[in-house]
């Protein structure tokens, strides 16, 4: 008999719900596609799987809820529907729901849990409040929405296999890749704040930089949000030479290409970041992604 009729009715499930992981991100993100198709097949699977669930997530709280006509009561309800079958699903190991299955097997794969997806939904829960940022808020709201995630995809890369052959990890380097992990994540959300500046003020009513005013937004502004991205990206780059051989690339591609978005932020008046999205043009993702895998000393395929 076949290896593909061995498999359990579970791991059959467990394969239509991957299947399914993938084909929203491949729907979803670009940039991070790109990235991903430097993961060997493991962690691939593994972060995609992640990514899925913060997309889907994500649709309740910015997108496609809110367009098919629920109003915000509805999807809070929603979101919170989402986390409880979220946690159900790690409990259990089981979901009706494909993208959550997929997730919550990476959690017990890997032993993450609630310490990282409720911090998680709070932050998305947070964004259906109108009321504006506090300043002592934003910390844990990037830490919910951003820096969780990097911990989550983090523990993917640490996991290890009955056949793998993943680099022992002692608790001193765990700590500094856990600390590069929270900084990158946070890098990456607050450069797409400063790129979504327009739509999240004009669109959502929403200001993730409390004491700044985005209807006056100054090059001193630019510039002190700038200077924070990039010590975050300092951080990040530090443990890089940390992380396992097969994780590297990838994440060397995802740093550079944000590194990159910030040099172009610097470049670009403030007058038109409040008007426009800076994105890097897909030669540029290509050329970074090739660059990394050249400087990193993972591998060269």
Same mark, same amino acid.
């Given at each position: 008999?076949?290896?593909?009729h061995?498999?359990?009715?579970?791991?059959?499930?467990?394969?239509?719900?991957?299947a399914?992981?993938?084909?929203?991100?491949?729907?979803?993100?670009?940039?991070?596609?790109?990235?991903?198709?430097?993961?060997?097949?493991?962690?691939?699977?593994?972060?995609?799987?992640?990514?899925?669930?913060?997309?889907?997530?994500?649709?309740?709280? %910015?997108?496609?809820?809110?367009?098919?006509?629920?109003?915000?009561?509805?999807?809070l309800?929603?979101?919170?529907?989402?986390?409880?079958?979220?946690?159900?699903?790690?409990?259990?190991?089981?979901?009706?729901?494909?993208?959550?299955?997929?997730f919550?097997?990476?959690?017990?794969?890997?032993?993450?849990?609630?310490?990282?997806?409720?911090?998680?939904?709070?932050?998305?829960?947070?964004d +259906? %409040?109108?009321?504006?940022?506090?300043?002592?808020?934003?910390?844990?709201?990037?830490?919910?929405?951003?820096?969780?995630?990097?911990?989550?995809?983090?523990?993917?890369?640490?996991?290890? %296999?009955?056949?793998?052959?993943?680099?022992?990890?002692?608790?001193?380097?765990?700590?500094?890749?856990?600390?590069?992990?929270?900084?990158?994540?946070?890098?990456?959300?607050?450069i797409?704040? +400063?790129? %979504?500046?327009?739509?999240?003020?004009?669109?959502?009513?929403?200001?993730?930089?409390?004491?700044?005013?985005?209807?006056?937004?100054?090059?001193?502004?630019?510039?002190?949000?700038?200077?924070?991205?990039?010590?975050?990206?300092?951080?990040?780059?530090?443990? +890089?030479?940390?992380?396992?051989?097969?994780?590297?690339?990838?994440?060397?591609?995802?740093?550079?290409?944000?590194?990159?978005?910030?040099?172009?932020?610097?470049?670009?008046?403030?007058a038109?970041?409040?008007?426009?999205?800076?994105?890097?043009?897909?030669?540029?993702?290509?050329?970074?992604?090739?660059?990394?895998?050249?400087?990193?000393?993972?591998?060269?395929?």
């Open positions: 008999m076949s290896r593909r061995d498999r359990t009715l579970l791991e059959r499930y467990a394969d239509a719900a991957e399914s992981s993938a084909t929203v991100i491949a729907r979803y993100s670009t940039s991070f596609g790109a990235a991903a198709r430097l993961l060997e097949a493991e962690s691939r699977r593994r972060i995609r799987s992640v990514y899925a669930l913060v997309r889907v997530a994500d649709e309740i709280v %910015d997108g496609a809820a809110a367009e098919a006509g629920l109003t915000l009561d509805e999807q309800e929603v979101l919170d529907g989402l986390e409880a079958e979220t946690e159900r699903a790690i409990a259990s190991g089981y979901s009706a729901n494909l993208v959550v299955h997929a919550a097997g990476v959690a017990r794969e890997t032993g993450f849990g609630t310490e990282l997806t409720r911090p998680f939904f709070a932050s998305m829960r947070r +259906l %409040d109108s009321a504006p940022f506090a300043p002592e808020e934003i910390g844990p709201y990037i830490h919910g929405s951003a820096e969780v995630v990097g911990l989550m995809c983090l523990a993917t890369f640490l996991a290890t %296999d009955a056949d793998d052959d993943a680099e022992a990890v002692d608790p001193g380097r765990r700590a500094r890749l856990e600390r590069g992990a929270i900084h990158l994540g946070a890098a990456f959300q607050k797409n704040f +400063l790129r %979504d500046l327009a739509v999240d003020w004009r669109t959502l009513g929403r200001n993730y930089f409390p004491g700044v005013d985005p209807d006056a937004f100054t090059e001193a502004d630019k510039a002190a949000i700038l200077d924070d991205i990039d010590r975050d990206l300092a951080i990040a780059e530090e443990a +890089l030479p940390e992380l396992p051989r097969r994780a590297r690339n990838a994440v060397a591609a995802a740093h550079g290409l944000f590194a990159s978005l910030s040099a172009r932020c610097r470049a670009t008046p403030a038109e970041i409040i008007a426009t999205r800076i994105r890097v043009p897909d030669g540029e993702k290509f050329a970074i992604a090739v660059r990394s895998a050249l400087t990193t000393g993972g591998s060269r395929r």
